[in-house]
């Protein structure tokens, strides 16, 4: 048994050691039974290894019928010892009579312990398993939900965060707006300096856009391409056009050395309200995308709104 729970830790040997364990534990009961006796209490052990066979079946070996045929053994080594000693005086009965309570109580008790180990072993290996489907599942979502590159929403996630506020909305009459941005001239920086600066671009104009969710109580996304959304939640659209600025003075800020050579952005906004007047999320964002053409059509570099 010490060799099992040192192994069972080390979790190399798990299988392996479980068969030896079953096998010895099995034997060892019916020759305690046959030399000493149904009273003492050995036939008890089998039977607490069936929690960690069924456990090492379902999760290591990942089939349940192993289990079943090392159940129904154990099953049969107890109702063979049973029938064995009913029929017969063990071998040193008479000898060990004076000790039957004692060694009875400590069998139990032992055997007490080790299913009760047992059960915590595989309590706290369920635990461990569930963790690891939550970091998992966390991990699924951020790939469905998370643009990896820009490292912020994706399309997908925005448009649940817009239904969750048109939700709050037809609550509490809480108005929000919708900006669409879009980088000016960014085919250019791809034509010019390549792909991978373009990348560095996208990035940094999501660092930036991040940097203001800590100020202003917006949501992000990559909408598409070169194209970005702000969720502009709790605001009008006279403070959603300074909060807008307020972005845009940070992009107009940006610049990367690349090559050797300093690249700069700007970026066109595009704004819409939701509002009572105004309460159909595709004319909402209809709206901010003709309001960003007309920047992009015009000066570019600025923030327009009807």
């Not at 089939?63 to 129904?72: D, E, R």
């Not at 820009?150 to 037809?170: A, D, G, L, V, Y």
């Amino acid at each position: 048994m010490y060799i099992f729970f040192y192994l069972f830790y080390t979790e190399k040997y798990l299988v392996l050691t479980t068969m030896i364990t079953f096998i010895e534990v099995s034997i060892h009961s019916i020759l305690c039974v046959y030399f000493i006796g149904w009273q003492g209490g050995f036939y008890v052990y089998p039977l607490c290894l069936i929690p960690i066979i069924y456990f090492v079946s379902i999760n290591i070996l990942k089939k349940s019928i192993y289990g079943h045929i090392m159940a129904i053994a154990t099953i049969v080594n107890y109702q063979l010892s049973e029938n064995l000693s009913s029929n017969r005086i063990a071998l040193f009965q008479e000898q060990f009579k004076v000790l039957d309570k004692p060694i009875y109580s400590f069998n139990t008790i032992s055997a007490s312990f080790l299913l009760a180990f047992l059960v915590c072993s595989f309590l706290y290996e369920m635990r461990y398993i569930q963790e690891d489907l939550e970091e998992m599942n966390e991990a699924l979502k951020n790939i469905a939900n998370i643009d990896p590159l820009t490292n912020i929403s994706n399309r997908r996630f925005m448009n649940e965060k817009i239904k969750i506020q048109i939700e709050e909305f037809n609550k509490n009459l809480e108005l929000f707006c919708i900006a669409i941005c879009d980088i000016d001239n960014f085919k250019n920086v791809n034509d010019t300096y390549g792909h991978d600066c373009g990348d560095l671009v996208l990035k940094g104009m999501a660092d930036i856009f991040i940097e203001n969710s800590k100020k202003f109580n917006i949501d992000i996304c990559r909408w598409g391409g070169e194209e970005f959304l702000i969720l502009i939640k709790n605001s009008d659209i006279n403070n959603a056009k300074f909060i807008c600025e307020e972005i845009l003075k940070d992009i107009r800020k940006f610049e990367i050395l690349y090559k050797d050579e300093l690249v700069k952005v700007t970026m066109t906004f595009g704004l819409s309200e939701f509002s009572l007047q105004n309460n159909d999320i595709e004319e909402v964002l209809k709206e901010a995308d003709v309001n960003l053409y007309k920047g992009k059509s015009t000066t570019k570099n600025c923030v327009v709104i009807n």
